[in-house]
Structures are given as structure tokens and as C-alpha cells.
Nanobody, 123 residues
């Protein structure tokens, strides 16, 4: 069982940057893909980005492509989300997710979620 703890959220202005971190404990982190999701008030949770087990392949939602970068450090059991040029519509609770399988294959393979970290972007 993998446990996930996010950090790095905060309140920023439009155009600013934030870097989210997700610390994983338990077995299997380095062998499996990881992902970030977000949920804004009154909206469904949505996919943001995913990265394969070696960190060599990443997938992004169209809304964040070119602004966000997902990365991982398997030696430290960490996954990161660098968010640049933030917009008010990026305001949400961001959660990292443990995916069963080396390459990202979709939300149905998520096996663990973090509690989330709040990101608020003011205009």
C-alpha cells in the first residue's frame, strides 16, 4: 500500500509559479506511473498530468500543456508538478495519485490518492 502526501500549494497571483511535491511511502513507487489530478469547487475531479515509471514519458491535459511540467525522483520517492503562468482557472485542490502499471493507462488503474493541496490563483 502506497501512501501519498502533497505539499507546496498556496495563494498566488495570475502569472506566478508554484511547485507541488508529493512524497510517497510504501512499496512499488518506482515501478509504477504517477499522476496529478485537480478538483475545483463544484466541478468533477480532472486529470492534469501523468508520468511513467522511469520519468521518460509524460502526458498532460490540454488546459495545462506548455505551462505545467510533471517530474519524479525515484531515489527519493517523490513526484513534482511545476506550474508556471498560473491562471485563475487553475484554482483547485491538487492531488497526486499512484497508478498501478509502469505506463499511464488511465484513471481506472489508480490505486491510491493523496489528501490534496489547495492552489488558489487570484486575478
Amino acid at each position: 500500500q502506497v501512501q501519498l502526501v502533497e505539499s507546496g500549494g498556496g495563494v498566488v497571483q495570475a502569472g506566478d509559479s508554484l511547485r507541488l511535491s508529493c512524497a510517497a511511502s510504501g512499496r512499488g513507487f518506482s515501478d509504477n506511473a504517477m499522476a496529478w489530478f485537480r478538483q475545483a469547487p463544484g466541478k468533477e475531479r480532472e486529470f492534469v498530468a501523468a508520468i511513467n515509471w522511469r520519468g521518460l514519458r509524460a502526458s498532460y491535459a490540454e488546459s495545462v500543456r506548455g505551462r505545467f511540467t510533471i517530474s519524479r525522483d525515484n531515489a527519493k520517492n517523490m513526484v513534482f508538478l511545476q506550474m508556471n503562468n498560473l491562471k485563475p482557472e487553475d484554482t483547485a485542490v491538487y492531488s497526486c495519485a499512484f497508478h498501478y502499471g509502469a505506463d499511464w493507462a488511465g484513471v481506472r488503474f489508480i490505486r491510491a490518492w493523496g489528501q490534496g493541496t489547495q492552489v488558489t490563483v487570484s486575478a
